[in-house]
């Protein structure tokens, strides 16, 4: 059994940051991608961040130059370091993990950040 857990989320000042971290346990292998997704509160979840197996990485335009996904191989765990928040990034936020074409999510850690 595979699970996700989230920490690092939490309550900051606009212009503070903050680090998320996503540890993955149980049968781990082949893993295609990790991502960070984000659903603010009447909103759909959408996608923030993803890095793939060979260290690639995309951003989405709303939080290139402030956000950066990053993983630790060795540990399976994957962080969003999150600089310059604005109010417009509190939601919760999710990790997933794409293992061998099977698709696994976190439970979710709230952002809130304060104007």
């Known amino acids: 059994q595979v699970q996700l857990v989230e920490s690092g989320g939490g309550l900051v000042q606009a212009g503070g940051s903050l680090r998320l971290s996503c540890a993955a346990s149980?049968?781990?292998?082949?893993?295609?991608?990790m991502a960070w997704y984000r659903q603010a509160p009447g909103k759909q979840r959408e996608l923030v961040a993803v890095i793939t197996s060979g260290g690639s990485t995309v951003h989405v335009d709303s939080v290139k130059g402030r956000f950066t996904i990053s993983r630790d191989n060795a540990k399976n765990v994957h962080y969003l370091q999150m600089n310059s928040l604005k109010p417009e990034d509190t939601a919760v936020y999710y990790c997933k993990m794409i293992m061998n074409g099977r698709q696994y999510w976190g439970q979710g850690t709230q952002v809130t950040v304060s104007s």
């Open positions: 149980g049968n781990i292998f082949s893993i295609n991608a």
